[in-house]
């Protein structure tokens, strides 16, 4: 069966630091990636979404960036963190031949710049 | 552009009381529509799916939801909530490649 990981599932770091998140799927290939933040009154965006290995949208102009080096594993990453990129992070994945409509998601990280 | 709109930030009902959250989209043809839940703190849930055919789709969890064309309306009911309900509900649309979420709607339930 498929399963998707995430971690950490907590993270507390200054501005100015950099960052990495780090999301790993198993039991699939070729999967729909997608990076989503969610703060506190905004709902959930969307802020990459990858269809494979190095292809990268961005939905949001911001201090992050995404990669993704391998099939299953999707990164995102800021060089330096600021306080407004504070929020829940959640990775999800999609199988082409399932259908949007089955998005799995991750446990999430709650991040906290201070 | 496709995209979804949940009108209500915040519900609030009692224990055994009926539910209906509201969520209205906007969609070039006849859309495919999505009801996720998120339990504090983790990730989201498929509740049910909308493709075609029957208006009126069944969830788990007793949800459902009634797509109204005429309305652009896919809301999500439940005839008698209960404590563990307690959640942050997204209506959702599909993009090119991507889901696009509603910002949701936080229920609290009174005992």
């Known amino acids: 069966s498929q399963t998707i990981h995430q971690w950490p599932a907590t993270l507390v770091q200054p501005v100015g630091s950099p960052l990495s998140l780090e999301c790993t799927v198993e039991g699939t290939s070729n999967p729909n990636l997608y990076w989503y933040r969610q703060a506190a009154g905004r709902g959930l965006q969307l802020l990459f979404y990858?269809?494979?290995?190095?292809?990268i949208s961005s939905e949001v102009p911001q201090n992050l960036s995404a990669s993704r080096p391998q099939d299953r594993q999707f990164i995102l990453s800021s060089k330096k963190l600021l306080l407004s990129d504070s929020g829940f992070y959640l990775c999800?994945?999609?199988?082409?031949?399932?259908?949007?409509?089955?998005?799995?998601f991750g446990s999430g990280t709650q991040l906290s710049v201070l | 552009a496709q995209s979804v709109t949940q009108p209500d930030i915040h519900i609030t009902v009692s224990e055994g009381a009926s539910l209906e959250l509201r969520c209205n989209y906007s969609y070039g043809a006849t859309p495919y529509l999505f009801w996720y839940v998120q339990s504090p703190g983790q990730g989201l849930q498929l509740l049910l799916k909308?493709?075609?055919?029957?208006?009126l789709v069944q969830g788990i969890k007793g949800f459902e939801a009634e797509f109204k064309r005429s309305q652009s309306s896919f809301n999500l009911r439940k005839p008698s909530v209960h404590w563990s309900d307690a959640a942050e509900y997204f209506c959702a649309v599909p993009g090119d490649d991507k889901i696009i979420f509603g910002k949701g709607t936080r229920l609290h339930i009174l005992p």
């Open positions: 990858s269809v494979g290995i190095g292809q």
């Open positions: 909308y493709f075609s055919g029957d208006t």
């Open positions: 999800a994945w999609t199988g082409r031949r399932q259908g949007l409509e089955k998005l799995f």
